[in-house]
């Protein structure tokens, strides 16, 4: 009896293992996918307002969860840098729910958080 309770316990520490790295490699694809739509939304939005988005600023800030009326959602925070004219570096923040748009922002007094590009 104890060969085939060992056999059992090593299947699904087999099993557990594949999962994790499954899970571990959609996430990575997950959150690349994710960092390639924020940097499309920044590009246009910058475009759309005569800025200069300044590529490969792009950055990860913050992740967590939210529940959507489409169940569990990672929402990631991504921090980008632009210019003006060429002239200083200004920083903003774009944050997607799953690939959803959930808010962008200049940094900029009074530039209120912007909820579509267009």
């Known amino acids: ?31 690349a996918r994710a960092r390639e739509i ?4 920044c590009e246009a ?12 600023t792009v950055a990860l800030r913050r992740i967590g969860l939210r529940w959507t ?5 990672v929402r990631r925070q991504f921090r980008f840098d632009y210019s ?3 002239v200083g570096r200004h920083t903003g923040h ?6 959803d748009l959930e808010e962008f922002s200049l940094g900029l007094p009074g530039d209120p958080p912007d909820r579509h590009i267009h």
């Open 94 to 99: 774009i944050t997607l729910v799953g690939i």
């Open 84 to 86: 003006e004219q060429g």
């Open 1 to 31: 009896m104890t060969g085939t309770t060992g056999k059992n316990t090593n299947s699904m520490s087999t099993l557990s293992g594949i999962l994790i790295i499954a899970l571990g490699f959609w996430f990575w694809l997950d959150s």
């Open 45 to 56: 939005a910058c475009r759309q307002r005569d800025l200069q988005f300044l590529d490969q």
């Open 38 to 41: 924020a940097t499309g939304a």
């Open 69 to 73: 009326g489409r169940g569990l959602r």
